[in-house]
């Protein structure tokens, strides 16, 4: 595994259970992959000499975060070893215009966007598409770094200012009725799966809740889920990955991003589902056959986000009074704001409605930080 978030941590888990071996490659010691992986490499993701021993100790080698060194992964290519999904995904994948323009070329819909690398280009880009826009790092964003929003082309120049001279992605701001992501695998046999549709909220870029199933109709969810078997066959991905979706308050469904790895929107899937998305990753890179997945119960997931105030959880008792949550916690040593730490998942029988919502927002509450 190259990366040792907590999207490695729950594979290795997973893959723990059916008997595999994980050795995981991230620049940190004590990861949370690394701490329950059998071993773990710790050198930087543009480190050859490592990223050979990994690929030599491996039978598959695969990823939990897009925005690791591609030349890393085309070296191990290159020496024959198996990386999944391959480096043709990660090309598209890790630099926001491209992954547009194949969105684009695949006749999907997406928010109108144009490349900025220049004062003119962002004054060409305004005048096509307007204002308000959101300006986004063509490489190494997530979770709402390295993103703008602006509203005038005052504040798209001082966005284009603060970004500090790297490439841009001028987008349309979608007026957003809600998020949606469709979690799929598909292995070497092209055999496809994809979870039930879900719900996503974000707040200042960071996902805080999904709802699953979303609250969409029909033919919005099978139009989403066809969609995202279209990207991953012309990706050719094998494993977990996700399609994240706008629908905009006009009805239009847009394809927003493309994950070619397990996503924080598919944490659900471990409670309610009998085969998680990170068990699908382990079949599909393992070439074994996909379980197609069946949702035992409606969920809620809530991520738990530090605060900067203190390292130590507190209300975890309280919160487990409440026998239909789960909690996850990361094994992060710091609770730093805004940062992923944790998340919770309430099981709901029956639909989820704004009762099981403000359940889980009050349970959430109960949760804090303090020193240690
Ligand atoms: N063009 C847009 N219109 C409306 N909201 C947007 C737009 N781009 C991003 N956002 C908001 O910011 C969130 C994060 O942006 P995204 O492109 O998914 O980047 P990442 O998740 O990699 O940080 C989105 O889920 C959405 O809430
Ligand atoms: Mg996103």
Redesign the pocket.
Known sequence: MIGGGQLGRMFALDAKRMGYDVITLDPHEHSPCGQIADDQIVAAYEDLSAIEELGRRSDVITYEFENIAIESVRHLEALSYRVLPGSSVLHVTQN?LREKEFVRDAALAT?PFAAVQSLDDLARAAARIGFP??L?TVRG???????WEAASIDQAREAFAQSGGSELIF??????AC?LSVIATRNARDELVAYPVAE?R?D????TMTIAPARVRTETANQATEMAAVIGRRLGIVGTYCV?F?LSTAGELLV??I?PRPHNSGHYTIDVTPCSQYEQQVRAICDLPLSPPRLLANAVMMNVLGDGTGDRLTGIAELLRDPSIVLHVYGKRHAVARRKMGHFTMLVDGPVDAAAIARAEAAHALLSWSPC
Do not use: M, P, W
């Open positions: 926001r928010t826009a959101v986004k964003g997530y979770d709402g770094k390295g993103q987008e349309a701001k979608v007026s957003l998020e996503n974000h200042r870029g960071i996902l994240e706008f927003n991003e994950a």
